[in-house]
């Protein structure tokens, strides 16, 4: 396992480093300790952990299916709660360059629930997964694969 390195830079502002990557990521405390600077939070990093993390375990299904997986993206908002302060959810927001099968789409949710991050997250971290059409729009509530709680 690659070690990684954090080192303080002063004023709520980290270095992340990893072992054999030449690749550095800035990363600040909160916004209140280095004024406003825009460099992505610790909790920052765990979205994007987990949001690539769902698309590469849905790659392998969706190259085998004939997709290009370069042209597939997802949006993540965090939700943070308080006392004591911690990640309260994330909404997921799948956006696949063209409509899916249905079937294929419930494969790629299921898969996503695998992803090494996800089952990292304690059940208290809820995931709400939106699919949403290629012409902009969030399926509807009503949609059994739309609201998936992972």
């Not at 920052?44 to 085998?64: N, P």
């Not at 997964?129 to 012409?135: A, N």
Request: proline letters at 7%; aromatic letters at 4%.
């Amino acid at each position: 396992m690659a070690a990684i390195r954090v080192a303080g830079l002063g004023k709520g502002e980290y270095l992340f480093r990893k072992e054999g990557v030449d690749t550095a990521i800035s990363v600040q405390a909160s916004a209140s300790c280095t004024g406003g600077k825009p460099l992505p939070s610790p909790t920052d990093l765990v979205g994007a952990a987990l949001g690539t993390c769902m698309l590469a375990v849905m790659e392998s299904m969706l190259e085998r299916s004939g997709y290009d997986t370069a042209a597939f993206s997802l949006d993540i908002e965090k939700e943070m709660a308080d006392s004591p302060r911690r990640i309260a959810g994330f909404s997921v927001k799948i956006r696949p360059p063209c409509m899916l099968d249905v079937s294929l789409q419930r494969k790629l949710e299921r898969a996503a629930g695998l992803c090494p991050v996800t089952r990292s997250l304690g059940p208290d971290v809820k995931i709400h997964v939106i699919w949403e059409q290629p012409d902009g729009r969030a399926k509807n509530e009503s949609d059994p694969v739309e609201g998936l709680q992972l």
